[in-house]
């Protein structure tokens, strides 16, 4: 199985900061990566997916790069609304998915 | 609007089973796929499975072969997942998403609460 992980597992930043998170997969996924959004007591949010393709309704501050095995998630200017935990999720050739184990981006 | 209205929230002994529905709306169920993923309480993201809601196919994460089945019904538009032999490691909020044509999760219910306690 494809594992992923993420780094690094908790950030502590500011408002107007810009942020990047790494997520890398132990085999290339070629562009198979998405990534979400969760806030405390509620669902994930999509994104990004196929890498680097902004999710419908998503602020642009939002973006994703990467292919093979290395992956970033990078919000251009951190909003008080953008404070949470994200999470990159990766497709394989088996059909199966892995999720990262988290990012948490909290108040600096 | 396209969304997806889960069951209510389960409380189940060891060993039970527990069966989870999420019915979808808005959108032509036949043409996307149905993934269910759980979180332990202060824990991460665990995928569990998907279904194809074309043709039924499944394909499921290897720690819970055997023990997961994930079924849909096209003619209520309703995807299942069931559990079986219940065991306190399972109590998790259970999300099901549906998956879009890029293999991510872009809609997702609002989760289902399943406690497994004696």
Request: proline share 4%; charged share 15%.
């Amino acid at each position: 199985d494809i594992q992923m992980t993420q780094s690094p597992s908790t950030l502590s930043a500011s408002v107007g900061d810009r942020v990047t998170i790494t997520c890398r997969a132990s085999q290339s996924i070629s562009s198979w990566l998405a990534w979400y959004q969760q806030k405390p007591g509620k669902a994930p949010k999509l994104l990004i997916y196929k890498a680097s393709s902004l999710e419908s309704g998503v602020p642009s501050r939002f973006s994703g790069s990467g292919s093979g095995t290395e992956f970033t998630l990078t919000i251009s200017s951190l909003q008080p609304d953008d404070f949470a935990t994200y999470y990159c999720q990766q497709y394989s050739s088996y059909s199966l998915f892995t999720f990262g184990p988290g990012t948490k981006v909290d108040i600096k | 609007q396209v969304q997806l209205v889960q069951s209510g929230a389960e409380v189940k002994k060891p060993g039970a089973s527990v069966k989870v529905s999420c019915k979808s709306s808005g959108y032509t169920f036949t043409n996307f796929g149905i993934s269910w993923v759980r979180q332990a309480p202060g824990q991460g993201l665990e995928w569990m499975g998907w279904i194809s809601a074309y043709n039924g196919d499944t394909k499921y994460a290897q720690k819970l072969q055997g023990r997961v089945t994930m079924t849909t019904d096209t003619s209520t538009t309703t995807a299942y997942m069931e559990l079986r032999s219940l065991r306190s490691d399972d109590t998790a909020f259970y999300y099901c998403a549906r998956v879009n044509y890029y293999y991510a999760l872009d809609v997702w219910g609002l989760g289902t609460t399943v406690t497994v306690s004696s």
